[in-house]
């Protein structure tokens, strides 16, 4: 955060001289200013209670506290600024009250996602213009006054901190029709109310005679064509905010991924990833989650965004056994068996409860960080329940066919459902049973398979025994060449 300037401004702003050389280009930044104090206030409060969504460790959490406390700044300024152009005369209390009455109106018909959506616009458009002004001395004057100060330390803060509401959004998975709508009637309401202030400031001087109407022109008409690359930057900077971005997932792929054990704090974020993995019958309830991680803790892993908090993945897992799988007819029969003996030796088996991915980059992670612990904690076999949903098409067109021959098809060497080749890839090779009302799922027509995988390294299981976890971990890039 950077220090505000500590002069009055508008303090030095004489009767006869406009501190950023040209009238047009002084109610331009006057108008805005107009705006600044209660729509900061209006971004504050959506970010605040955005904000309030995200876990309490979360980096961009942090982010959202220091982005109100330079608002606070920003807004504390600008009150000063505004009741210097009020001395002067150009009414800007009943501007400003006008602009309090219509966002308390907005406030409370909008949801908080819509108002976030108006919060991330002001702050784009803000950064876009602020972006052009420190770069040219055609919109901001460089003479040194109160007010060119202020407005530079402001500029520079609003690029700083624009990312804030921007990961937000996508922290809320808002869409992009969303955004953009939002982005579009913000634009226009702001347009409008700067040409509103810019045309109320232009009356009043030349109402008292501070400025002459052909002055005036002459000065506007002359700076506008020298304006003409920073009008261009300028609009070249609001269209890009019409891009689709990167979602959310894609965006947390690129960032380092934290893998850990779950906690009961993390149900709201993992309920999140439940609804939008599986259908609501499907979806596991609070309590469920709650349940396994009490009965298996060890075994419950997930997945996050450091930034935003958000779960990516999540693995839930129990103790068993070869001979307890072989006797199960539904997922119920798998998660509710005997857990076996949990000071597992060679050949015991976890069962995968259950694997909810919105990014594959999160699933590696979470496999390579239980990696080890399965080795140390001498894990042979994982098994899981698999979905089959080429299914029903499939024996559309093969209609004296049945489940059994389907998942033993093959299309290049690997199985042809699409489920099936995607665990195929993680290991998981070998079909233990093809168990009908396994669960429900109507394009599996509610068949499941049964899946075992190897965890790899697990022959030399002696060896685990004897080493401690760290120096497993140590090993994990030298173990990923072991057969």
């Given at each position: 955060m950077l220090s505000p300037p500590t002069t009055n401004p508008a303090a030095t702003d004489s009767p006869t001289i406009f501190w950023n050389r040209t009238p047009a280009?002084?109610?331009?930044?006057?108008?805005?200013?107009?705006?600044?104090?209660?729509?900061?206030?209006?971004?504050?409060?959506?970010?605040?209670?955005?904000?309030?969504?995200?876990?309490?460790?979360a980096e961009l959490r942090l982010e959202c506290a220091r982005f109100v406390k330079e608002e606070e700044a920003h807004q504390r300024a600008h009150r000063l600024y505004n009741a210097r152009l009020d001395q002067q005369g150009h009414g800007v209390a009943a501007m400003e009250a006008r602009i309090a009455h219509d966002l308390r109106?907005?406030?409370?018909?909008?949801?908080?996602?819509?108002?976030?959506?108006?919060?991330?616009?002001?702050?784009?458009?803000?950064?876009?213009?602020?972006?052009?002004?420190?770069?040219?001395?055609?919109?901001l004057t460089a003479t040194p006054n109160a007010q060119t100060r202020l407005w530079r330390w402001h500029c520079a803060e609003e690029?700083?901190?624009?990312?804030?509401?921007?990961?937000?959004?996508?922290?809320?998975?808002?869409?992009?029709?969303?955004?953009?709508?939002?982005?579009?009637?913000?634009?226009?309401?702001?347009?409008?109310?700067?040409?509103?202030?810019?045309?109320?400031?232009?009356?009043?001087?030349?109402?008292?005679?501070?400025?002459?109407a052909p002055r005036f022109w002459a000065a506007h008409l002359a700076g506008a064509v020298q304006a003409l690359p920073d009008l261009w930057s300028t609009t070249v900077g609001w269209a890009s905010y019409l891009l689709p971005?990167?979602?959310?997932?894609?965006?947390?792929?690129?960032?380092?991924?934290?893998?850990?054990?779950?906690?009961?704090?993390?149900?709201?974020?993992?309920?999140?990833?439940?609804?939008a993995c599986w259908t609501p019958e499907q979806?596991?309830?609070?309590?469920?989650?709650?349940?396994?991680?009490?009965?298996?803790?060890?075994?419950?892993?997930?997945?996050?965004?450091?930034?935003?908090?958000?779960?990516?993945?999540?693995?839930?897992?129990?103790?068993?056994?070869?001979?307890?799988?072989s006797q199960a007819r539904t997922w119920r029969d798998c998660i509710e068996g005997s857990a076996g003996n949990a000071a597992a030796g060679p050949g015991n088996a976890l069962f995968g409860i259950s694997l909810s991915s919105i990014d594959p980059a999160?699933?590696?992670?979470?496999?390579?960080?239980?990696?080890?612990?399965?080795?140390?904690?001498?894990?042979?076999?994982?098994?899981?329940?698999?979905?089959i949903p080429g299914l029903a098409n499939w024996l559309q067109r093969h209609p004296q066919g049945n489940a059994q021959t389907y998942v033993r098809q093959r299309r290049r060497g690997l199985p042809l459902d699409p489920q099936l080749r995607y665990y195929h890839g993680k290991g998981f090779r070998h079909i233990e049973a093809v168990l009908p009302n396994y669960f429900p799922h109507a394009r599996s027509l509610d068949h499941g398979v049964l899946l075992r995988g190897q965890v790899p390294g697990a022959r030399w299981a002696p060896l685990w025994r004897r080493l401690s976890l760290g120096h497993i971990q140590a090993m994990q890039r030298w173990l990923s060449r072991l057969p």
């Open positions: 280009r002084t109610y331009l930044f006057d108008a805005f200013s107009v705006m600044l104090p209660e729509g900061e206030a209006f971004v504050m409060d959506a970010v605040t209670e955005a904000a309030q969504h995200l876990p309490p460790g109106a907005i406030q409370t018909r909008l949801s908080a996602d819509q108002r976030l959506c108006l919060a991330a616009a002001f702050e784009h458009i803000t950064a876009t213009i602020s972006a052009v002004a420190l770069r040219s001395e055609r919109m690029m700083a901190h624009l990312g804030v509401t921007v990961d937000l959004m996508a922290a809320r998975d808002l869409s992009y029709g969303a955004r953009v709508g939002w982005f579009l009637g913000a634009s226009a309401v702001m347009l409008g109310d700067v040409l509103r202030h810019m045309h109320a400031f232009y009356r009043h001087d030349v109402g008292t005679g501070r400025l002459s971005r990167r979602s959310s997932t894609k965006a947390a792929a690129a960032a380092p991924i934290t893998v850990r054990e779950l906690r009961p704090a993390d149900v709201p974020t993992l309920m999140a990833l439940e609804h979806a596991a309830q609070a309590p469920d989650l709650l349940d396994r991680m009490r009965r298996h803790p060890g075994y419950c892993l997930g997945a996050f965004c450091p930034r935003t908090g958000k779960a990516l993945a999540s693995l839930f897992m129990k103790p068993s056994s070869a001979q307890a799988m999160a699933v590696k992670a979470i496999f390579g960080y239980f990696w080890p612990h399965a080795l140390k904690g001498g894990w042979r076999y994982i098994f899981l329940g698999s979905p």
